[in-house]
């Protein structure tokens, strides 16, 4: 597992996303949002973060 894929978000009930550092799984990065009392509705590895902001990003760039 590469240390990007380690590295978790935490989309929170107000609409931002928080990074929750670098977890083995899951449940331990959802032990630190908890423990940090962010309202987590989404927790999310690195790696589908990043596909996600590829996604984004490419209709960003195709729009004027």
């Known amino acids: 597992m590469s240390e990007f894929e380690r590295t978790w978000f935490a989309l929170l009930a107000d609409g931002t996303l928080a990074i929750l550092g670098d977890h083995g799984d899951y ?3 959802d032990a630190t949002a908890t423990d940090l009392g962010y309202e987590a509705i989404w927790l999310v590895c690195g790696t589908d973060a990043a596909q996600w902001a590829d996604a984004i990003n490419s209709q ?5």
């Open 60 to 64: 960003r760039e195709v729009r004027p």
């Open 27 to 29: 449940e331990a990065a």
